[in-house]
């Protein structure tokens, strides 16, 4: 019962890191191609599995290079206002101006 255990961990956690490393991005690989890395899991089948996760999970924790330390994976979003009517100063300028317009425009009619 025991050696199936072991077996069915074994399969398990060769399938969770291929499965992984199917998903993963360039920057996650240490710089080796995924055949290489299929090869080293396929080969070694506890300790290629577990140099997988560790080599990634250092890459993530590390910051080796780009956004790997990162946490996500989408792009970086601005810190301020995406949009000019999400500003607002360019709202309060856009009001300013809007009110200088009229005073020139109501101005000239006056003076007609």
């Given at each position: 019962?025991?050696?199936?255990?072991?077996?069915?961990?074994?399969?398990?956690?060769?399938?969770?890191?291929?499965?992984?490393?199917?998903?993963?991005?360039?920057?996650?690989?240490a710089g080796?191609?995924?055949?290489?890395?299929?090869?080293?899991?396929?080969?070694?089948?506890?300790?290629?599995?577990?140099?997988?996760?560790?080599?990634?999970?250092?890459?993530?924790r590390g910051?080796s290079g780009?956004?790997?330390?990162?946490?996500?994976?989408?792009?970086?979003?601005?810190?301020?206002?995406?949009?000019?009517?999400?500003?607002?100063?360019?709202?309060?300028?856009?009001?300013?101006?809007?009110?200088?317009?009229?005073?020139?425009?109501?101005?000239?009619?006056?003076?007609?």
């Amino acid at each position: 019962m025991f050696r199936v255990l072991v077996g069915l961990a074994v399969v398990g956690l060769l399938v969770y890191s291929l499965a992984d490393l199917s998903a993963s991005e360039e920057e996650d690989r240490a710089g080796l191609p995924k055949w290489l890395w299929v090869v080293i899991i396929v080969l070694l089948p506890i300790f290629g599995p577990i140099t997988w996760i560790a080599t990634k999970q250092s890459r993530r924790r590390g910051g080796s290079g780009g956004r790997g330390a990162r946490p996500g994976r989408g792009p970086r979003r601005p810190s301020g206002p995406v949009a000019p009517d999400d500003d607002p100063d360019f709202l309060w300028r856009l009001e300013q101006e809007k009110r200088r317009q009229q005073r020139r425009e109501g101005g000239d009619d006056t003076a007609s």
